[in-house]
Nanobody, 119 residues
Framework: QVQLVESGGGLVQAGESLALSCAAS????????MNWYRQVPGKQRELVAA???????NYADSVKGRFTISRDNTKNTVYLQMNSLKPEDTAVYYC?????????????WGQGTQVTVSS
């Protein structure tokens, strides 16, 4: 069974930094694209950053220049370094990955981690 386990959320003040990580575990053959999403109550989940298996990255306009996504394929882990945090970055952050296993290519989600930025 494949699982994504996130860590690193918390409460910080505006302007500070926070790092999230998400590790895939279980039995699988490879990991494709890995993403970070976020969601606030009453709003749709939005894509924050994405990184392909070839390390191509993409960011939401609202986080460009402040957030950096990276991955360590030896550890099956994706990271999100968040700098210059703003109160509007407050949300539950979810990692997502497309993983190839005996089930074929399947999307998996982490459990979510709360990030709160106070002004």
């Amino acid at each position: 069974q494949v699982q994504l386990v996130e860590s690193g959320g918390g409460l910080v003040q505006a302007g500070e930094s926070l790092a999230l990580s998400c590790a895939a575990s279980g039995t699988f053959f490879s990991i494709g694209i890995m993403n970070w999403y976020r969601q606030v109550p009453g709003k749709q989940r939005e894509l924050v950053a994405a990184i392909t298996s070839g390390d191509n990255t993409n960011y939401a306009d609202s986080v460009k220049g402040r957030f950096t996504i990276s991955r360590d394929n030896t550890k099956n882990t994706v990271y999100l370094q968040m700098n210059s945090l703003k109160p509007e970055d407050t949300a539950v952050y979810y990692c997502n990955a497309r993983i190839f296993s005996t089930l074929g290519w399947t999307d998996y989600w982490g459990q979510g981690t709360q990030v709160t930025v106070s002004s």
